[in-house]
């Protein structure tokens, strides 16, 4: 019988063969196996710890009967007012001329609406990661209390996904990249119960820590800032442009 | 739905929009999922972000699952490609370097036996570090989880013949690697 190459002894040793394949009986042959067979239970010595009690969190369910989140009313009211107020600005201003684009046009730009409603998104993130670092704990009390930070998540949440999914529309990519990297960690604390054990608190937060999320918050909230503030500059030197000319 | 325990079923449940029904689901898998994704990584807290990131992924991405295939399948699937990334941006140094988790080890150990165990599983760590992410994956799947060729083939994107290849380069690297600890064991 042809001695048996490496391969074939593994496959054997793995039940990877087709079962009836004979393993040459020479004792070298034999060894070989025998050394695969004990690296292989070597291997399956490696214990596995037991998986914490640690909830799986999901996203709430859209499915009927959930309420209508507060979020909604709110930021459709406020986008709402900006392009109403965008449009006031421009219908009570002094007349531009005929062929330039009015102000009012260019402030109501979605791609500005959203950066404008995201940098606030972010600006309330910032706060609410902040805020965890300093729940409501009674003075030698066992629990300290999560409710604040636990719905303003749950509103952040939905609002969040409404803006990733804005950016992905707009090509943002890096905005839709960081909010998506949000979702976990404000699900984790909406779905946290109200009052944790100061351990389950520690964890939370060294969960947040870890994942460098406040830091990424603070950058993208900072470049935003700066580009609205750029836009801002461009669009009164367009203005004043245009003043000049009339 | 308690009495809803077919998997198939509680899967066409929870395509048709029932969180119950995923919640139940993720009940069945959550241990088998850690337990691979812990022998992907070595680290108990990398192993349970990996265990909710695939159902959260799942839960997402519930409406591109064919209800004709296996759930655990495609469970099994996304926990791979999780652990994949997070192998990937794992340099190979870091690899190297993480740590012995206390819990490997049982309590009820003698010092003696406590040491060598420890030892043991410190060379185990290292040997499998020393594979490729894909390497590790396609060995784990068939070693520990005793899939079939084909299921690790369609969870690593391999065909049958690329996965056995993958799993025997595994396997020659680890005989190299635990070759000191099986000295004086034959």
């Known amino acids: 019988m042809k001695h048996a190459d490496e391969k074939a002894l593994i496959a054997h040793a793995m039940g990877l063969d087709d079962g009836d394949e004979r393993i040459c009986d020479c004792a070298d042959c034999q060894r070989e196996l025998a050394q695969i067979q004990a690296t292989l239970a070597t291997l399956s010595s490696w214990e596995v710890p037991e998986i914490s009690q640690r909830p799986i969190l999901l996203p709430e369910p859209k499915a009927r009967g959930v309420r209508r989140p507060l979020w909604a009313g709110v930021w459709a009211g406020a986008i709402a007012a900006a392009l109403i107020a965008a449009f006031a600005l421009g219908r009570f201003s002094r007349p531009v001329a005929p062929l330039a684009k009015p102000a009012a046009t260019a402030n109501a730009d979605p791609s500005r609406v959203l950066l404008v409603v995201v940098a606030d998104h972010l600006d309330r993130t910032q706060a609410l990661l902040v805020e965890l670092e300093h729940p409501l704990a009674a003075p030698g009390a066992r629990t300290v209390d999560l409710s604040l930070q636990q719905s303003g998540a749950r509103e952040l949440l939905a609002s969040n996904r409404l803006y990733q999914q804005g950016a992905d529309r707009s090509g943002d990519r890096k905005i839709a990249q960081l909010l998506a990297g949000l979702e976990p960690i404000l699900l984790q604390i909406a779905q946290s119960p109200d009052r944790v054990t100061a351990a389950e608190w520690t964890k939370l937060e060294d969960r947040i820590a870890e994942s460098g999320i406040l830091f990424q918050v603070r950058v993208a909230d900072e470049n935003l800032q700066a580009t609205l503030r750029k836009s801002l500059l461009n669009q009164e030197q367009h203005n004043q442009e245009q003043h000049k000319a009339l | ?186």
């Open chain 2, 1 to 186: 739905m308690q009495q809803m325990t077919n998997t198939a079923e509680l899967s066409v449940t929870a395509l048709a929009g029932d969180p119950e029904a995923f919640r139940l689901l993720v009940d069945g898998y959550r241990h088998r999922l850690f337990r691979l994704a812990f022998r992907m990584t070595g680290q108990t807290q990398d192993a349970e972000d990996l265990v909710q990131e695939t159902f959260l992924r799942a839960y997402r991405n519930l409406a591109r699952f064919d209800a004709r295939a296996s759930m655990g399948t495609w469970l099994y699937r996304i926990c791979t490609n999780a652990a994949l990334d997070h192998l990937r941006q794992r340099r190979p140094r870091e690899r190297a370097q993480v740590p012995i988790e206390d819990d490997y080890v049982s309590a009820t150990a003698t010092p003696e036996r406590l040491a060598a165990s420890g030892e043991t599983q410190m060379a185990i760590t290292r040997a499998l570090d020393g594979l490729t992410p894909v390497e590790r994956a396609a060995f784990t799947m068939r070693h520990y989880e005793q899939l079939s060729i084909a299921e690790i083939g369609a969870a690593l994107g391999l065909g049958a013949n690329a996965t056995k290849n993958t799993i025997f380069r595994g396997v020659q690297k680890l005989r190299r690697e635990l070759a000191p600890l099986q000295k004086g064991c034959l």
